[in-house]
């Protein structure tokens, strides 16, 4: 059992940043990969960033340069900084934690508005 738990959503400002924060919990042996994941009202769910176990990573094109995605491997604690964000960042961010299996957390919304 995998447990995923986003924290750090919120409202920002154009240009403003947001740190996302997930923490996974459980049987965590054969981690493959970590990443964030947004929705889009009425869209399905896009990869924003992705971390592998051996510590790869890669971006959307839209989160490159503005996104950066990072992982304390220690506490099994996975970070989104989100930087000049736009209006069309807004969505609800999901954490994913791949075991082979994809486990999700429950999402944490961002709104970006002036």
């Known amino acids: 059992q995998v447990h995923v738990v986003e924290t750090g959503g919120g409202l920002a400002q154009p240009g403003g940043s947001l740190r996302l924060s997930c923490t996974a919990s459980?049987?965590?042996?054969?981690?493959?990969?970590m990443g964030w994941y947004r929705q889009f009202p009425g869209k399905t769910r896009e990869l924003v960033a992705l971390v592998t176990a051996e510590g790869g990573t890669n971006y959307a094109d839209s989160a490159k340069g503005r996104f950066s995605i990072s992982r304390d491997s220690a506490k099994n604690i996975l970070y989104l900084q989100m930087n000049s964000l736009k209006a069309e960042d807004t969505a609800v961010y999901f954490c994913m934690v791949s075991t082979g299996y994809l486990h999700w957390g429950q999402g944490t919304q961002v709104t970006v508005s002036s």
């Open positions: 459980g049987n965590l042996a054969n981690l493959v990969a």
